[in-house]
């Protein structure tokens, strides 16, 4: 059974940095592609970053130049790195695996982690 565990979240100061875990028990992570969400009190979901099995990146312009994302397939563990945190990044953030064989799609999701960001 695939398993996906985010961690790391926290209460930062408005311009601080966090970094988020996403690990991965049941599977390898490098077959997926990963997919970071957040979700604000009273809103909807929204995309924020994401990385696909070959490295590639994207990322919503809200965050754009400010989060990065890497993963340790070692240790079956990827990172979203978030600097110059503002307020407005207050959420609770999802980690989302992905990977469709053809045959066969994948999609499994963690609990999430939260993320305030106040003084």
């Known amino acids: 059974q695939v398993q996906v565990v985010e961690s790391g979240g926290g209460l930062v100061q408005p311009g601080g940095s966090l970094r988020l875990s996403c690990t991965v028990s049941?599977?390898?992570?490098?077959?997926?592609?990963m997919i970071w969400y957040r979700q604000a009190p009273g809103m909807q979901r929204e995309f924020v970053a994401a990385m696909v099995t070959g490295g590639g990146q994207n990322y919503a312009d809200t965050v754009k130049g400010r989060f990065g994302l890497s993963r340790d397939n070692a240790k079956n563990t990827g990172y979203l790195e978030m600097n110059s945190l503002k307020s407005e990044d207050t959420a609770v953030y999802y980690c989302?695996?992905?990977?469709?064989?053809?045959?066969?799609?994948?999609?499994?999701w963690g609990q999430g982690t939260q993320v305030i960001v106040s003084s």
């Open positions: 989302n695996l992905r990977r469709n064989t053809g045959r066969n799609e994948y999609d499994y």
């Open positions: 049941g599977s390898t992570l490098g077959l997926y592609a």
